[in-house]
């Protein structure tokens, strides 16, 4: 008996049911891919908040610094960053890096690259960052090579830990000053952020759903920070903020954030600002003289 083969229009409708199936299918498996690399990046944080009050049981309830002038085995004056003096406490860098965020921001080449510290190449114990700190929390102190720092953190300060972050994923500008307006949060994870808080949790956020973690009736803002100066405070008295102005639309991409504005202050920045102590004069990276 002859069997009769498929005609050009049945092959022709096979072939579009298949497409249509990848059509929908493929953007499933694409969504079902990243909600495994967000889960992966939330327990990166959970582990990297960890690390942080194991730090602070060690260190006398006080927070490490986000960065200071040190000095490697050699006694060559090096930056040391603190995602360095976590590492101990963490023993596999590869932790610092989110999944969605490969290879994630070349520290060393970012520190060589900013204005005023050339001279002070990056300790160098990783290279490899996806997650950035929080500026007004840690604190720095280039003293005396550079004359500014912030005082670092008592836990005892913290009004509020559950709603304190800690770090986030984020995005550091290259050729800038390593200044909090430059240390930018980023929407890798579904047009939304991992945070890790002080209490030491990790959770998920929407990007507009960050200024809802220590909103301005809960935390008043201080009119005065600790150095005397007034507070730097985003729009709506918000102590985190993802800054929403008309035809920009959400930037996630690292040409996107290289190239936004962000200032101090002002209409044009600072750009995706998570940095600062809700219920206290901190709300950025307030700098003191040495």
């Known amino acids: 008996m002859h069997r009769k083969g498929f005609t050009l229009i049945e092959l022709l409708v096979v072939i579009a049911i298949i497409a249509i199936l990848a059509a929908i299918l493929f953007p499933v498996f694409a969504q079902a891919r990243e909600s495994a690399r967000q889960t992966q990046c939330t327990n990166n944080q959970k582990q990297i908040a960890l690390a942080v009050l194991q730090y602070v049981q060690d260190y006398d309830e006080t927070f490490p610094m986000s960065a200071y002038i040190g000095a490697d085995a050699q006694g060559n004056a090096r930056l040391v960053a603190v995602y360095d003096v976590l590492a101990p406490y963490i023993k596999n860098t590869d932790i610092f890096v989110c999944p969605s965020y490969r290879p994630g921001i070349d520290w060393p080449q970012r520190v060589a690259n900013a204005p005023g510290l050339s001279a002070f190449p990056a300790l160098a114990t990783f290279r490899y960052v996806g997650y950035i700190p929080n500026l007004g929390l840690f604190g720095e102190n280039f003293c005396p090579r550079v004359q500014k720092r912030t005082p670092v953190t ?4 913290l009004v509020a830990p559950v709603n304190t972050i800690m770090l986030f994923d984020g995005y550091l500008k290259d050729r800038a000053p390593l200044e909090f307006y430059n240390f930018l949060a980023m929407a890798r994870h579904k047009e939304g952020v991992v945070i890790n808080f002080a209490d030491g949790h990790a959770k998920w956020y929407r990007w507009n759903g960050i200024k809802n973690i220590a909103p301005n009736t809960e935390f008043p803002t201080p009119a005065t920070a600790y150095n005397g100066q007034p507070t730097r405070v985003g729009a709506g008295g918000f102590y985190y903020n993802w800054r929403e102005l008309p035809n920009e639309g959400l930037l996630t991409t690292e ?12 209409p044009n920045g600072p750009y995706n600002d998570l940095h600062g102590v809700p219920g206290t004069g901190i709300t950025d990276s307030e700098d003191v003289g040495c």
């Open 154 to 157: 008592k836990m005892a300060a």
């Open 255 to 266: 040409a996107q954030l290289q190239a936004v504005s962000s200032t101090p202050s002002g």
